[in-house]
């Protein structure tokens, strides 16, 4: 492996700048009289026509050639009147060249070469501190000389604060060779430093002095808040400026660190001491685990408890607080609520109940599903579970419900919006629409939700389907927006009574199964399924049950072998391609239980199939610039929450991490230095069309091929389901039965048949909760309250 070129230094005159997206282009004709292509998100800081010197590492483009990566830059600005002139005039507004040399020669004369060097200085290293009162009485302001004018209705945005690619500079000059800091992080660290050093109102230092001493004194800190920016990033930082490996403020964060990732990577909401130890000893393993926990406690970013045998169980904090909030909401469902329903025998409950489904649906409800609607209706507990399989009726007996119970306010919801759709869908004809649980709740990217305890849904009632997926923080969400007196209706499918159920959430926790163990718990469980049939049903039903015959039968196909992405792939692309040519893309997916690998080299992974896939069903289509490999009519999925503006009627227009659509076309940008798109059209599958912006591309990626986790809340037509062995945490049971219960008419399965039978027969490891044994303690204390209350109004008066 090849060392990195060292960083060199060139100085010019900026000819062309070209933005794309967070990525620039440009040229720059050298001192030396040579013309060097620049790149970089640096480069869209720079004006065309003015002098700079710009560091960073000479790399030679496949296509392109030589170019410079840009690392760092400044003005290069010469002590004289009319290059300084220059830069004023191009960088202040209200001051043009007249005024600027006025000026100039204004200082030259009061203070000589001296003070022309010490005004080249300000202007190069904090020029926002320059004003020019003694020749205007105008209001100059340093920065875009196209923004619009900052006042008091209309602050400018933080990330548009002139300052901040000063900061970013010197962040990029001190450690921008380090390769654990993105540039999109260091962006996001030069405005966090911004206002923090703006909040301080430090007048005798220039404010990169100030955020760069805000940074040596605690480089981890910016963890908490900067996506991206992660221990990695931070101790890198850490290690350049001498910071002691035994320090405070790094033991703190690593502590965080290590019980965070824990979790994030096993679904647990704490950690044993041993799993703590043992990430420990991987990790740093000079270090003490007790001073560890001892400086992350005493910072507040873990909490620490034992259990009943002394045991120590180490939480991120984020996590205790949300698992203690729930257990608080769930326990307060369980003891204090009124039924829906009053003065209506199930004879007359069954009679309404048939009338409206065979009008909705078509056909009757089954005995099952009548006896689960009427339990809900007539419970007295505010917390009710349907649990059942793929198509055994889950969301079609909320059609009725909502119906029958048209006089309650309802409200619907789902983790995904593919499954939003696909629940609204249900419930349309009753006046309702389902929306993903981030925009119910209002969710900001930034994290938090503007529907809270403080300001609680309008509903009586709220459905959230798919309720394996929610992770705790997210059901935590949801309670907490629920009225006092509401009612929450969870439909889905975690595996009861020893069965394998689908996919736990991604992030920590297991709620629904968690809530299942909760005594008092209103729980439907449904069996007769209506979607797949044949040899699908057969398949899912076996798995479930954790075996596999891997036979073919009707809808059902077997590969019996797995070769070779590089010699078999193409077979399982024809396969897709036959039948997105016969039912339609948004009706077909092939589904892996990887995601990660090269887009180039054949592997089975989705980064490959998806990069294969498009070429075949999108070949000829118009590239979208600025993206690496974007185009009209592509296959997209969002890869994060994103609040896109407002619509017409004057509500935030929101998407979540898994929404999938087909980008429709897109709008250049109408400033020309920008050659990346303004924003792209894309029609949702929800049926949404929204304008995403051109800025943001990084956020989009094919799914053309999709992961199981990814699948999850939808159903296609066909599906190609490709198993590869990996770690049982990962690759089991639930991952298999999600992936072939996505199914209706057909199902092609990938793999080898030892391995298939494998997969089916290894369980979902568990994960660390303690949210039943809070709602546990919860209910005691109440019947202990209870038992207290009944004793004082029994005892003797007087």
Avoid at 768 to 781: F, Q, S
């Amino acid at each position: 492996m090849s060392k990195p070129s060292p960083d060199e230094t060139h100085v010019g005159i900026v000819k062309s700048v070209a933005i794309y997206g967070d990525w620039a282009v440009g040229s720059m004709d050298t001192q030396e009289r040579e013309s060097l292509k620049i790149t970089g998100s640096a480069v869209a800081h720079l004006k065309e026509g003015l002098e700079y010197a710009l560091t960073g590492r000479m790399k030679v483009h496949p296509s392109h050639g030589v170019q410079l990566d840009v690392v760092s830059f400044e003005p290069h600005i010469k002590p004289d009147v009319p290059s300084m002139a220059r830069f004023i005039a191009a960088n202040f507004t209200n001051i043009g060249k007249k005024l600027a040399e006025k000026y100039l020669n204004q200082v030259k004369d009061e203070g000589g070469d001296e003070g022309l060097e010490a005004l080249r200085l300000k202007l190069v290293n904090e020029p926002w501190t320059v004003t020019f009162e003694s020749v205007s009485n105008r209001k100059t302001t340093f920065g875009d000389k196209n923004a619009p004018p900052d006042d008091a209705d209309s602050p400018r945005p933080l990330g548009d604060s002139p300052e901040i690619p000063y900061i970013e500079r010197m962040l990029a000059t001190k450690f921008g060779a380090l390769r654990e800091l993105k540039a999109a992080s260091l962006k996001l660290l030069a405005m966090t430093l911004f206002a923090q050093a703006k909040e301080l109102d430090d007048k005798e230092r220039p404010i990169t002095e100030v955020a760069a001493a805000l940074l040596a004194k605690d480089p981890y800190s910016p963890m908490r808040t900067i996506p991206g920016y992660e221990f990695q990033s931070a101790d890198a930082i850490g290690k350049a400026l001498n910071i002691p490996r035994d320090a405070a403020v790094r033991l703190t964060a690593l502590a965080s660190y290590l019980v965070t990732e824990e979790c994030d990577s096993s679904g647990h909401v704490y950690v044993s001491e041993p799993q703590l130890r043992n990430r420990l000893a991987k990790t740093e393993p000079m270090i003490s685990l007790e001073t560890l926990i001892e400086y992350a406690t005493d910072s507040g970013d873990l909490r620490i408890e034992e259990d009943d045998r002394g045991n120590r169980r180490i939480y991120p904090a984020k996590l205790f607080d949300a698992e203690v909030r729930l257990a608080e909401d769930l326990h307060g469902m369980l003891v204090s609520g009124k039924p829906l329903l009053v003065k209506r025998t199930y004879e007359q409950f069954r009679a309404k109940a048939l009338e409206v489904s065979q009008r909705l649906l078509g056909y009757k409800l089954d005995e099952d599903q009548m006896k689960a609607l009427y339990g809900i209706a007539t419970s007295e507990s505010r917390l009710h579970v349907v649990t059942a399989g793929p198509g055994c009726g889950k969301t079609a007996i909320m059609e009725v419900f909502s119906a029958m119970m048209s006089h309650k306010d309802w409200a619907f919801s789902a983790p995904t919006g593919k499954a939003s759709k696909v629940l609204s869908a249900r419930v349309e004809r009753n006046g309702y629409s389902a929306s993903t649980m981030h925009s119910l709740l209002k969710g900001s990217p930034e994290g938090g939700f503007a529907v809270n305890r403080n300001e609680p849904l309008a509903c009586q009632i709220l459905v959230v389907d798919e309720g394996t997926m929610p992770p705790l923080t997210l059901f935590e969400a949801a309670t907490a927006a629920l009225r006092d007196d509401a009612h929450l209706i969870i439909l889905g499918d975690p595996g009861v009574d020893g069965l394998a159920g689908q996919l736990p959430s991604i992030g920590a926790g297991r709620v629904l199964s968690d809530i299942l163990r909760l005594p008092g718990v209103d729980h439907h469980h449904l069996t007769a399924t209506k979607r797949n049939s044949g040899a699908i049903l057969e398949t899912v039903n076996q798995i479930r049950q954790y075996s596999l015959d891997c036979q073919d039968g009707e809808g059902v196909t077997f590969s019996h072998g797995l070769p070779s992405a590089e010699s078999y792939f193409e077979t399982v692309a024809a396969k897709y391609v036959e039948r997105v040519q016969a039912n339609g893309i948004e009706n077909v997916v092939l589904l892996m239980s990887r995601r990660n690998g090269a887009a180039d080299e054949p592997s089975w992974c989705t980064d490959y199939a998806n990069a294969r896939l498009r070429d075949l069903i999108n070949p000829h289509a118009v590239k979208i610039p600025g993206t690496a490999s974007l185009h009209v009519n592509d296959r997209i999925v969002i890869r994060d929450n994103m609040t896109l503006g407002q619509d017409e009627d004057g509500l935030d227009v929101r998407v979540v991490n898994g929404d999938t659509g087909t980008i429709t076309r897109f709008q250049p940008h109408s400033d020309p230095k920008h050659r990346g798109a303004q924003y792209l059209v894309i029609k949702l599958d929800d049926g949404r069309f929204i304008q995403f912006p051109g800025d943001a591309t990084k956020d989009l990626q094919h799914s053309y091929a999709a992961t199981v986790h990814m699948s999850q809340g939808s159903e296609y037509k066909d599906v190609m389901l490709v198993m590869t062995p990996g770690q049982p945490s990962f690759i089991n049971a639930s991952m298999f039965l999600t992936g072939a219960s996505r199914a209706r008419e057909g199902l092609w399965i990938y793999g080898d048949d030892a391995e298939l039978r494998k997969i089916a027969a290894t369980k979902l490891p568990a994960r660390n909760t303690t949210l039943v044994e809070r709602v546990a303690e919860k209910v005691a204390e109440t019947v202990r309250n209870l038992e207290t209350a009944c004793a004082d109004e029994d005892r003797p008066k007087g």
